[in-house]
């Protein structure tokens, strides 16, 4: 039997109508003082956040919010996250919003007992890491990033043009509130984008070089419902029984792909994603079809077997093909436009995001060797 390790101290609360309790959770777990981690408009606009507040006036706890999350947020919001939060003496971080927010509220936690900028952190340099994070509570309010139950914290340097992670077990939060409810308003872009995530997530983690026999079967669980529902909750974006598929099979994502690393997909998201300023899903769909081709040549026949029955492909005889073809449909159907030089990409930009690809962890875990010149014929496919 294969080899394996698996560690997740993460506390996970799935369920409808959860989100009301993270006060009640925040003062279980002894907190004084919170830094509440969130959005600029989203928790505002539904009126999620001054009922959140109201909750929180029931517990003799002091809230103070830190809103200045952006998007693709850069790396010195954390920095001044982590001060404010020093200057309150905040004992818990609660994060609540997309995978930008949680990412940031986990960073904040780390960073807080952290000399110097939180990027000198950042990629290989997060092995100088010597200290524990503060308690985290995070709640997802888009179901794609997973960022509730992993060790990953994504951040850009808008000087350099990087997008790279910290990935450190301290980044693991304390307790995840995984609610649906939180992802009903997400609008249907966003919600294609996010979903888009999590099926390359489960795609990725599936297909690692670290995958083994414990998350194989919680990669392609995942694979599979996002695979079946996505096309389904675009369409139906006020169905909560949906939702609450499509959020559990990007939470579960998370749970393999934190073991296992992912691959040359997201190592070439990243700086498409800066170059091209368009959202992480959209810019994993947009190289997975050329990096998976190049993947599956090397795939040992069970895994293109199990990979084939989970896009509906019962036959071994072209299967590679015809997996391929699933999901290029697939994308279709979520209104996906293929073509890097349709998002402003030049092909004189291609050398420049190939070089990036190495400084992300997932380039290391594809379970094909990769190099330059591989790379860089697999951007000219997709551009």
Known sequence: MQNFSFYLPVKIKFGIGLWERIPEESYALGAKKILLVTGRKHLKI????DKLLHLFNNYQVEVTIFDDVPPEPPYYVVDNGAEIAKLKEVDLIVGIGGGSV???AKAIALKINLPGSIWDYIGEKSEKIFTQSIPCILAPTTAGTASEVTKVSVLINPDTKEKLSIRHDSLYGKIAIVDPLLTLSMPRENTIYSGLDAFIHSLESFLSLNSNILTDPISINSLKIVYKYLPRVIENLERIDLREKLLYASTISG??????????IHALAHPIGVYANIPHGLACALITIPMLEYNLDILPREKISILGKAVGVYSLRSAKEKIL???EEFLKTLDIKLGLRNYGISKEQLSTIAKEAPKTGSYKTNPRALNYEVILEILKKAW
Not at 46 to 49: F, H
Not at 257 to 262: C, E, I, K, R
């Open 325 to 327: 073809k699933k999901i």
């Open 102 to 104: 949680l990412d940031v």
């Open 255 to 264: 749970v393999a792909f934190s073991q296992t690393g992912l691959g040359g």
């Open 46 to 49: 539904t009126g999620i956040l």
